[in-house]
């Protein structure tokens, strides 16, 4: 196995198990919580193809190979009226989901961290290890931006009066196509005009955050 296959497959492992476990979280919060939706949905497994479309796996291989760009999964959906807590039950759903990854990110390093910081930087273990790390907080900093279906969006929509729920909704059906303008199209058009290349939403948003993250665990970057 060479070094960049090593990196390959850290990335390809992180977004779907990732993704499949985040997802999981969420369905057994609500679940719990009254709403058995996600239970006659097929959500309440962490077997990765019950949380993921054919979209968000393209991406998730884009981005392993090397593409500014990042995935998602099929969101959980969630019945705010068979929620026991109403509203304020769907924001801690959401709330899970958000610091999921986080935490998971962050469980790696504490159990990788002995071994991480001893190796070279060659030692493809090493390197699959902190690219798991590496996405897991990807995923939590995509996670945080306030467009549906990602959670972020969903976390500030429980904290807004009922009444915002009729004003979003229209917000809320073209929130897939957003998420491919951002996710696809801007790092595409940015590549064109660009003698940079990249993702803007990389370099202004979700990197500063991930680098914050790193920082407040302790984790050094390059």
Known sequence: MTFSTAVFLAWVVAFIFGIAIREYLKALIADRLGDKRPR????????????????????????????????????????????????????LVSAVGILANLLLGWLIWLAASPYIRNAK??????????????????????????????????????????????????????????????VLFIPFLFGIFSSRGGNPIFDFIINPIVRAVCGLFGIPLG
């Open 121 to 182: 930087s060659t030692d493809l273990l090493a390197n699959f290890l902190s690219g798991l790390v590496l996405v897991n907080f990807l995923l939590f900093a995509f996670d945080l931006l306030p467009i549906p279906p990602l959670d972020g969006y969903y976390f500030i929509k429980g904290l807004l009066p009922a009444q915002w729920d009729v004003k979003l909704q229209s917000y809320e059906t073209y929130g897939t196509l957003i998420l491919v303008i951002v």
């Open 40 to 91: 006659s949905q097929g959500r309440l497994t962490l077997n990765p193809t019950a949380h993921h479309h054919g979209l968000g796996l393209v991406l998730a291989f884009m981005a392993s190979v090397g593409y500014p760009v990042i995935t998602w999964g099929k969101p959980v959906e969630v019945n705010t009226n068979a929620l026991r807590g109403g509203r304020g039950s769907t924001t």
